[in-house]
């Protein structure tokens, strides 16, 4: 019975997500639409499976929650720093920086997270990752201090990605 369930719904998570994703993106709200989002949630990671053979097994759903919180508070307060850098520095003043940050993390799909979280934050950018994941290359707009930068990195957000997906 949990073989067929697991062969059914390979990704649970990810199949809630697509049909309230479906359901929410309907003018109108109704029970067909929600079927038709839940026969979407099981096909769509059902035929995807194949390409996530190891997905994370050690996932924590609710971490992840107060995570996303934390990095939308981040994205306002850096489009408001980067919005002040642009109207108060001049180019002369601003000090961009390449910023190499060591990994800790060796999941895919976390690497992947930090390295969107990154660049979706104003002001900073991941632009490349080491051929082995061992670090990712990050551009910063304005750092004065790159050492602060990638303390900052692997202090508020990967440590925390660390502890979602033990």
Do not use: C
């Not at 939308?72 to 002369?92: E, G, Q, R």
């Not at 632009?127 to 692997?154: C, F, Q, T, Y």
């Amino acid at each position: 019975m949990m073989r067929a369930l697991n062969w059914l719904f390979p990704h649970p998570l990810l199949t809630l997500i697509l049909t309230i994703v479906w359901t929410m993106l309907q003018n109108d709200v109704s029970a067909g639409m929600v079927v038709f989002g839940i026969i979407l949630g099981i096909i769509i990671p059902r035929v995807t499976a194949v390409w996530w053979p190891d997905r994370p097994q050690g996932f924590r759903a609710g971490k992840m929650l107060s995570y996303s919180l934390i990095v939308v508070w981040d994205i306002i307060l850096a489009n408001i720093h980067v919005a002040w850098i642009i109207l108060t520095k001049s180019n002369a003043q601003m000090k961009p920086a390449w910023v190499e940050v060591p990994l800790d993390l060796r999941e895919p799909e976390a690497i992947t997270i930090l390295a969107g979280t990154i660049t979706l934050t104003p002001g900073t950018v991941s632009a490349d990752l080491s051929n082995e994941g061992r670090s990712l290359l990050v551009h910063a707009l304005d750092a004065p201090d790159p050492d602060a930068v990638r303390d900052e990195i692997k202090e508020r957000y990967e440590r925390r990605l660390k502890e979602i997906f033990q």
